[in-house]
């Protein structure tokens, strides 16, 4: 089974600063990572993706996320929010060989300014 | 070059009416994914369907739902004799191979409402 947990609920920041938003997941095999964003009424917008290699990947609008096997984290992060980027952000995770993915509770991301 | 196309935007049906929810995949896309989202819920996986074939229905509930994916037209996700716990936004997502490095390319949903 394959699962994926984002711890809060809610993360809130000041325009300028860093953000981060967690995640952890659980897979059998080797995990692909994905995080999505949502405005809203709209659908799920890719941000960017985790397969292998280079355990920084960079997306969509200036984020960039950190895969953490020892941990089993990839955590999202941007170093300087902008008040655009406030929305709802999901991890998601899909076991290799699986077809499924799993996404997490979600985190509302609230940036001020 | 479209999205996901999913319609209606806002379905509202009594208690004991049918709701079909369409969705076209993106252009080549042959893969499709149907899931639910509730507040405080996150999304929940439905179905996963290729071209006339259902090949993960886990996450749907065993009466009342049912999904297809004919060779011709749309993804219809049916729900029968609907209650007011149906009351959801549903969002397709396709993708263009099942595989695992595929990101998911999402509608903006129906948005279902039971009364």
């Known amino acids: 089974a394959q699962s994926v947990a984002q711890p809060e609920d809610q993360v809130n920041v000041a325009e300028g600063n860093p953000l981060t938003v967690k995640c952890t997941y659980s897979v059998s095999g080797n995990p692909y990572l994905f995080w999505y964003v949502q405005y809203p009424n709209r659908g799920l917008q890719f941000l960017l993706k985790y397969i292998t290699g280079d355990n920084l990947v960079k997306g969509s609008y200036g984020f960039e996320a950190e895969f953490n096997k020892s941990q089993t984290s990839f955590h999202l992060k941007k170093p300087s929010a902008l008040v655009s980027d406030s929305a709802l952000y999901f991890c998601?995770?899909?076991?290799?060989?699986?077809?499924?993915?799993?996404f997490g509770i979600g985190t509302k991301l609230q940036v001020i300014p | 070059n479209a999205g996901v196309m999913q319609n209606p935007r806002h379905l509202v049906r009594r208690r004991g009416q049918e709701a079909r929810l369409r969705c076209s995949p993106m252009k080549g896309h042959s893969h499709v994914y149907w899931y639910r989202q509730l507040p405080e819920e996150g999304l929940k996986f439905m179905v996963y369907?290729?071209?006339?074939?259902?090949?993960?229905e886990s996450g749907m509930p065993k009466e009342r739902f049912s999904a297809e994916f004919p060779k011709e037209g749309p993804s219809i996700l049916r729900i029968q004799q609907v209650v007011r716990g149906d009351s959801a936004a549903y969002f397709c997502?396709?993708?263009?191979?099942?595989?695992?490095?595929?990101?998911?390319?999402f509608g903006n949903g129906t948005r279902l409402t039971v009364t």
């Open positions: 998601a995770v899909r076991d290799m060989g699986y077809q499924k993915v799993t």
């Open positions: 369907l290729q071209k006339e074939n259902i090949i993960d």
């Open positions: 997502a396709s993708s263009l191979t099942g595989t695992g490095d595929s990101p998911l390319h």
